[in-house]
């Protein structure tokens, strides 16, 4: 009995744009065996002539053409927008592929302005959507076969949670990327200890630890001091950032001059920091970590 590779097998078919009888070539079955295999995993059948001109050539169809992006947004990391939002989309984004490729981000309705930001900075008129049955939430899906296949180049996948790994970013983009990272799965607790109240920086990110000790590996490498949390019962594996100096260090590498980032993860920030340290911060030139160090008697 033959057994296909069904991730090879929509991967061939959706991005490499072959054929479902060039498919069933490379397993000795036939085109109908193949065809029958993507109608229970849900990937919709195109015909053979649409998925030539659609997937090879890049033509649009008629409803496609209706939806526009900047489709070479993510074809390479050259400033600020790019890293941030690649890091927001490996932390809190999804590739489907059951259909068409597609990118979705959900995110809650009180944060619609950051997909707006979003939008705005791919150059996109993908409607944004709240559903009844879900209020509290507010998406947006952007269809295009290159966005999402220079998406795909970085090392995203669908169901990526256990399986991502750090991409190749330029080092001077790092900080955008992590920063992304952190607005997408972070969050600033607060937590007793000895008697206080005192803040946690931590990203959960995902469930690849492989990420996680790159993630470590980074900041470590700047001088931030962070260990890297068990899964518990109830949590996914992060990254923890504990000691006050090196969580000023982190702010300060993660948001000096920046133009990027979800206002809502600040807040705890202005209540540990007081609302004009953080914004002298936000106003301030990026500084080198080196020249932090320096400052803060590291």
């Given at each position: 009995?033959?057994?296909?590779?069904?991730?090879?097998?929509?991967?061939?078919?959706?991005?490499?744009?072959k054929?479902l009888?060039e498919i069933?070539?490379?397993?000795?079955v036939?085109?109908?065996?193949?065809?029958?295999?993507?109608?229970?995993?849900?990937v919709?059948?195109?015909?053979?002539?649409k998925?030539?001109?659609?997937?090879?050539?890049?033509?649009?169809?008629?409803?496609?053409?209706?939806?526009?992006?900047?489709?070479e947004?993510?074809?390479?990391?050259?400033y600020?927008?790019?890293s941030?939002?690649l890091?927001?989309?490996?932390?809190?984004?999804?590739i489907s592929d059951?259909?068409?490729l597609?990118l979705d981000?959900?995110?809650?309705?009180?944060?619609?302005?950051?997909?707006?930001?979003?939008?705005?900075?791919?150059?996109?008129?993908?409607?944004?959507?709240?559903?009844?049955?879900?209020?509290n939430?507010a998406?947006?899906?952007i269809?295009n076969?290159r966005?999402?296949?220079?998406l795909?180049?970085?090392?995203l996948?669908?169901?990526?949670?256990?399986?991502?790994?750090?991409p190749?970013?330029?080092?001077?983009?790092?900080?955008?990327?992590?920063?992304?990272?952190?607005?997408?799965?972070?969050?600033m607790?607060w937590?007793?200890?000895?008697?206080?109240?005192?803040?946690?920086c931590?990203?959960?990110?995902?469930?690849?630890?492989?990420?996680l000790?790159?993630?470590?590996?980074e900041?470590?490498g700047?001088?931030?001091?962070?260990?890297?949390?068990?899964?518990g019962?109830?949590?996914?594996?992060?990254?923890?950032?504990?000691?006050?100096?090196?969580?000023?260090t982190?702010?300060?590498?993660?948001y000096?001059?920046?133009?990027?980032?979800?206002?809502r993860?600040?807040q705890?920030?202005?209540?540990?920091?007081?609302?004009?340290?953080?914004q002298?911060?936000?106003?301030?030139?990026p500084?080198?970590?080196?020249?932090?160090?320096?400052?803060l008697?590291l």
């Amino acid at each position: 009995m033959t057994i296909i590779n069904i991730e090879r097998a929509k991967w061939d078919y959706l991005i490499r744009g072959k054929l479902l009888g060039e498919i069933g070539q490379e397993y000795g079955v036939s085109k109908q065996a193949v065809h029958q295999l993507f109608e229970r995993e849900g990937v919709c059948r195109r015909s053979n002539a649409k998925s030539r001109s659609y997937l090879l050539h890049g033509k649009k169809t008629r409803w496609q053409m209706k939806r526009h992006c900047k489709e070479e947004f993510f074809k390479e990391l050259n400033y600020e927008a790019q890293s941030y939002w690649l890091g927001f989309i490996f932390a809190d984004g999804c590739i489907s592929d059951t259909e068409c490729l597609a990118l979705d981000i959900c995110l809650k309705s009180a944060d619609t302005h950051h997909l707006l930001q979003f939008r705005r900075d791919i150059n996109s008129n993908a409607p944004i959507y709240s559903y009844p049955s879900q209020p509290n939430q507010a998406s947006i899906r952007i269809f295009n076969q290159r966005f999402v296949t220079n998406l795909l180049k970085w090392g995203l996948t669908p169901r990526k949670s256990h399986t991502i790994k750090w991409p190749p970013i330029p080092p001077s983009m790092t900080r955008h990327f992590i920063r992304g990272v952190m607005d997408g799965d972070g969050c600033m607790s607060w937590s007793p200890r000895y008697g206080r109240i005192y803040p946690i920086c931590e990203v959960a990110a995902s469930s690849s630890i492989s990420f996680l000790r790159s993630l470590a590996k980074e900041l470590q490498g700047r001088g931030i001091h962070c260990q890297i949390r068990s899964a518990g019962s109830n949590n996914p594996p992060g990254v923890r950032v504990y000691r006050n100096s090196d969580k000023i260090t982190y702010f300060r590498f993660l948001y000096s001059g920046a133009t990027r980032y979800l206002c809502r993860k600040l807040q705890p920030w202005k209540e540990c920091m007081g609302n004009d340290w953080v914004q002298r911060v936000l106003d301030s030139e990026p500084v080198e970590i080196q020249q932090l160090g320096l400052d803060l008697g590291l």
